[in-house]
């Protein structure tokens, strides 16, 4: 296991996820159907997280973003609007998918600052130039 820089995001991942996945007991939601999408969600983006901080690949950030997306729309899709579950998942799901979204643009639009050139000159970043690897 590799430690790479961005990793760092995978960890407030992990921990939106285990708030999403505890979130059932601590705003005692009353809908059955509510509390297993929640508590699922919240475990599928935690585990998530923690395989893309052992080992990382682009198919997990990219999971993570459209599990973010589908707890924004799951309020209307499944019918809990207006309700304490509603806010939590559009809230976590807005942070999720910040996150996932950073991370794969860190990953392949991340300038490379202070890399020395062949003259020994450090060179400027290279903005829109996709890195790839990690």
């Known amino acids: ?11 407030y991942a992990v921990a939106f996820g285990l708030f999403l996945f505890a979130s059932p007991w601590l705003f005692a939601y009353v809908s059955e159907k509510v509390r297993i999408e929640v508590w699922a969600s919240g475990a599928a983006i935690a585990a998530i997280a923690i ?3 052992v080992a990382f690949s682009d198919w ?4 993570n973003l459209l599990l973010g997306i589908w707890l924004v729309i799951s309020p209307w ?3 809990f609007v207006h309700t304490r579950a509603m806010h939590v998942s559009i809230l976590i799901g807005v942070m999720v998918t910040f996150i996932a979204g950073l991370e794969l643009w860190l990953t392949h639009y991340e300038p490379n600052y202070g890399e020395q050139s062949e003259h020994g000159a450090p060179e400027g970043p290279h ?8």
């Open 127 to 134: 903005v829109g130039t996709p890195q790839h690897g990690g």
């Open 1 to 11: 296991m590799t430690f790479r820089r961005i990793s760092t995001l995978d960890y």
């Open 51 to 53: 395989a893309a901080i």
């Open 60 to 63: 997990e950030e990219w999971l």
């Open 77 to 79: 899709i499944l019918g």
